[in-house]
Structures are given as C-alpha cells and as structure tokens.
C-alpha cells in the first residue's frame, strides 16, 4: 500500500482500536491485547490519543510510574530479541501481517511476544493514556546491509564475514507512532541446490543456495518465473528461478520489479513512519517518537523512511507528520538526511527537519542544521539501547563556522597543465580527516594546520608539504556541513603555479 491511502487506513484502524478500549473499560481487570488481523489494512496512522473526561484525571505519579513499568518490562521481557524480530514491549500494540501471511500464526498480542519482521505489513503502538494504564513500546532488531566505504581500498583485505555485509540495527518505538514496511515480503526457502543470478536468466551466477537454505523475497517478475531474493543474512542477493523455492504465502502479494530497477536487501531497510509530537504528559515521558541505534565505531548503514533517506553512524531520535516535519536528532554519530537531492550531515547535538506532505513524503529539502531540542528529546528511553547513550547538550551552530567531525577532502580537477607544458594530476581519493573549529569561531584546525578566520565564513593558511610546495588555501564554510576551497600551488620542481579548486564535506564513518 502506497503511503497516499493511509488516511483511509486510519479509520479502520481507529474503529478497531475504540472497539478495544471500549471493552477495556467494561472490564477493568482484564488486559487489552494486541489485534492481529488478517482482514485488517495495513495501516501506518498513528492513532489519537483518547480523551480523558475530567473525572478520569489520574494522581500526578501514574504518568511516571507508567513510563518507569513498561521500561521495566520491556527491558526484561525483550533481552532475548533475536536479528529480524520485533518484540512487544508494553501494551498495547497493533500487528498486521502481510497479505497472505496466517495472522493465527503469528503470538504477539502479550509483553514478551516476538515476530519474524518479514512476515509484519504494519505495526501500529498506542499513545499514552494514563487513565487506562497503556502506552506501545516496542523494540526491532533488523540485519541492515553495510554502506559501501568510499575512497580507496585498505592495503590487505581479509576474507569477508557476516559483519563486512550486514549490522544489526535497533528500533525502539515508543507512544503514539505506526511503521509499515515500504514493500511487501514473503520468506522461502531452497528446494535443492540452486544458482543466485544478477538478472533473471540463466548466466551471471552470483553465487548458490544449499537445499533449505532461507530467503527473503522481495519482488517478482509479471510471470512468477524469477525471484528476487535476499539472503537471510542479507550476504547474497540475486534473481533465482521460483520452482526451486518452497515460498511460504501468496507469490502475488510480491511487487512486479523491472530486472533493472530491482533493489534487493532486507526487512526495516525502508519503511513509511508516523509519530506524534510533544505529546509528553509529564516530564518522566519522552514525546512520541522512534530511536534508531548503528553498533558503535563499525560501517554505516543507509535506510529510507518516508522516502527520506537516511545514512547513519550513529544513535537518532526520529519523529515524522503528515503535513508536518520529519525531525532527525543524532543523539550521538553522524546521520547524513536526504530529500530531494539535497542533503544534510548532522552530529551530536544537532538536528535537522525535512518538511512532508500528507502523504508522507518530502515536501522539499533538508532544512537548515539547528542544535537539538532539549524539550523533543527530554526523557528518551535510551538505556533500552543496547549502547546506552546520554542525550548531548544542544551543539551551538554558529554561521560560517563548521560543525567538528570527521571531514572528507575532495580535490575539483582531476588535472591541470603548467605554462611550461607539465601536467599535474591530483588524486581524489576522497581523504578522510578530523576538522574542528575554536570555540570562538577564529581558526579552523586540520590536517595540522592552523586556518584564521579572515571574515565571516572565509578561512585561510599557508604550508609547506614534504617535497617543498608551497600552499596557500582559502576556505569558504557555505554551510555547517559543507566547505568549497582554493589552494594557490607553488610547486618546488617545476616553475609553475596553479589555483587548484577543491571541497570538503563533513562525512558519516564508515560510508
């Protein structure tokens, strides 16, 4: 389902849900349970918090100690959560599988519950409501697939494992927020031996699958003759030919993908997301929101939400509305958001909006980096992670002045040509290395050289490198992530001096 229809999901859904809560409230000692409907829309609303008459109006300590038991819970009930599952955290949850997919097949209406994530369409969390004692949380463990470092190969390269090609990344849902996967999945498995080929057609083997050896499907030609595959541990993926696959649903739920257009790769790598926003009833709550956490110091991964693509080192905090903003805070790391054809790189303590439409989607370009919101970010849940992190202070995001980080150097020629006929070629092998500013903004340290501030945005240095060249180079900070640049080259060897463009670019490790 494209996201353009998910408001007429949100009535079906809600019915649903106040069917539920009616007969919560008729039944005080009995605890709502989780629908798991086949027959449901796969709905990515999130749904509206029920209003409280004055009379319901709790204590004020039920808000904290409703926050403080389902953290518990969660923490306890969910330690055990495996690659490729979602774990019911606290009540109540929302499943909807996908089609073709026995919804009496899949456990999870209790705390503790977990699911296969290839076999769930959508999932959908309650806001908090501190009358009914109920607030959805819900913790995803998916195997993303590894970015593609830039820059050139290391010198001696091992033999690859699991972790060269996949990263196990957290999802913690909390409060009012609804994902649905971006395309429907199906699982299957290998009836015997059989080749993964790069289109569907004989040759271009990429590789084999052992008899029962697991899949995930993603796609299908018009005629079911080929599969697009993506291993379980997302290692291979290909095109194989269906009759040698035993496929657990319905082929013809899978979308029909063009050979040149098919994306192979695994659940939770792109998705549409809901949140609400500053919805916190008291100050021991986190707003409504999701955090998403890379393992520490390793690749980055690349997923879309919202057709918004994110890259990420890093831990986030991700809110998103319709006709609204999608907000990434990066808690720690770095986080690259793009939309549109833009981007912007963001670190610890900073955040950046995307505006969406009513359908979810971007509306326009990145905005401008802003220091984070301590009052979006009061009270995350981030000791659920399993890095647990402390949210920064707000990081000063001063005009002309680049944000610190890991920057990657970029000359803009590949070669120039001397007065005396010698060419000089300069290799982009896009250099990566550390770029800080001086708390007052008045000098830019890298490389080991000192650039002074000159005017607003404008820095500039003079060097000698190791063969005797001089260097002077001016800097221009056109934005807190991105610096454009012109080293004026004296070279020692030959008579000739050349103004040599170049840029930098605050990059995510690990890409």
């Known amino acids: 389902m494209k996201a353009s229809a998910l408001r007429w999901s949100l009535l079906l859904f809600s019915l649903l849900l106040a069917t539920v809560l009616l007969a919560q409230e008729a039944t005080p000692e009995s605890t709502p349970a989780a629908e798991s409907t086949a027959e449901a829309t796969a709905a990515v609303e999130a749904t509206a918090a029920p209003e409280s008459t004055p009379e319901a109006t709790p204590e004020a300590d039920e808000c904290p100690a409703i926050v403080a038991q389902a953290l518990d819970r ?56 501190i009358t009914r004692d109920v607030w959805g949380v819900a913790l995803i463990q998916a195997q993303l697939k590894n970015d593609v470092p830039q820059g050139p190969p290391p010198a001696a390269t091992a033999a690859a494992t699991d972790d060269d090609v996949t990263q196990d990344v957290t999802f913690l849902l909390f409060g009012d927020t609804a994902l649905q996967q971006d395309v429907p999945l199906l699982n299957a498995t290998a009836r015997a031996t059989v080749n993964v080929r790069s289109t569907p057609e004989t040759g271009s083997r990429l590789g084999s699958l052992a008899p029962g050896e697991a899949v995930i499907l993603r796609g299908r030609l018009a005629d079911n003759t080929w599969l697009l595959v993506t291993l379980a ?3 291979l993926a290909g095109w194989v030919a269906a009759r040698f696959l035993e ?89 690259r958001v793009e939309a549109n054809g833009e981007s912007r790189t963001i670190v610890a303590g900073t955040r950046v909006d995307v505006p969406l439409d009513e359908n979810l989607q971007p509306a326009d370009v990145p905005g401008e980096i802003q220091p984070l919101d301590p009052d979006q970010v009061n009270a995350l849940p981030t000791s659920l992670l399993p890095n647990p992190v402390t949210v920064p202070a707000p990081l000063n995001v001063r005009p002309g002045v680049p944000l610190p980080g890991v920057w990657r150097f970029v000359w803009g020629v590949a070669s120039l040509t001397c007065p005396t006929g010698d060419t000089i070629t300069f290799d982009s092998t896009g250099i990566l290395s550390e770029l800080t500013a001086a708390d007052d903004g008045s000098s830019l340290q890298w490389n080991a050289s000192t650039y002074t501030q000159v005017s607003s945005g404008v820095y500039s240095s003079s060097r000698l490198d190791a063969a005797g060249n001089l260097y002077q180079e001016t800097m221009n900070v056109n934005a807190p992530d991105s610096i454009t640049g012109t080293a004026s080259i004296d070279f020692a060897a030959v008579v000739c001096t050349l103004e040599v463009p170049f840029s930098l670019r605050l990059a995510v490790p690990g890409s």
């Open 74 to 129: 969660t923490r306890q009930d969910c330690t055990g959560v495996q690659d490729n599952e979602a774990c019911y955290g606290n009540i109540f949850l929302n499943i909807v599988p996908q089609t073709g997919v026995n919804a009496a097949d899949i456990q999870f209406g209790n705390p503790g519950d977990t699911v296969d994530i290839v076999k769930v369409r959508s999932l959908t969390l309650s806001p908090m409501d």
């Open 233 to 235: 541990d997302l290692s």
């Open 247 to 335: 496929i657990e649903g319905d082929l013809a739920t899978l979308d029909i993908v063009e050979p040149e257009q098919a994306q192979p790769q695994g659940p939770m790598q792109a998705f549409v997301f809901q949140s609400g926003v500053n919805d916190a009833p008291c100050d021991a709550a986190p707003n409504s929101g999701m955090l998403v956490q890379t393992p520490e110091g390793v690749a980055s991964v690349t997923i879309s939400i919202d057709e918004v693509t994110i890259q990420l080192n890093a831990t986030a905090f991700i809110q998103a509305q319709p006709d609204g903003t999608m907000s990434v805070t990066a808690l720690d790391g770095t986080a």
